[in-house]
């Protein structure tokens, strides 16, 4: 049934404006980091409480997965319930999951591996 207030013989026309955002494009960004690290736990089968990192890298160039990795850290970490870490952080811990890959053209990668002491390989000088 045709409301009285409406014309069945008038056309009406909506615009919708279907930009994405900046802040949506990173919020997006920062969700498709989460799916990948959520898949690759899968499929290592690591548990919530396994003690595990999560390492990663991404290109310079990588626009958008920075941003993500900076501003919605937070989130990310709240929703892989595991800590992060750039990759320059890695010094050779046992990796039981890795995934690399390309994501609208910008390249990252993870690492999981089991807790162990992280150490600063630039902070640390062998003297004789």
Not at 18 to 40: H, P
Not at 70 to 86: M, T
Request: charged fraction near 25%; hydrophobic fraction near 35%; glycine fraction near 4%.
């Amino acid at each position: 049934m045709v409301p009285p207030y409406c014309n069945p013989h008038c056309y009406c026309s909506i615009l919708l404006d279907f930009t994405q955002s900046e802040e949506l494009k990173i919020k997006g960004y920062a969700r498709e980091f989460i799916n990948k690290v959520q898949r690759l736990k899968k499929q290592t089968k690591v548990s919530t409480e396994d003690d595990i990192i999560i390492f990663y890298s991404v290109e310079p160039t990588a626009k958008y997965f920075t941003l993500a990795l900076d501003k919605e850290r937070k989130l990310i970490e709240a929703a892989v319930k595991k800590p992060l870490f750039s990759n320059e952080w890695y010094t050779g811990q046992v990796i039981i999951g890795r995934d690399h890959g390309t994501a609208e053209g910008e390249n990252y990668e993870i690492k999981l591996t089991y807790r162990s002491p992280i150490v600063d390989i630039n902070a640390v000088r062998v003297t004789s």
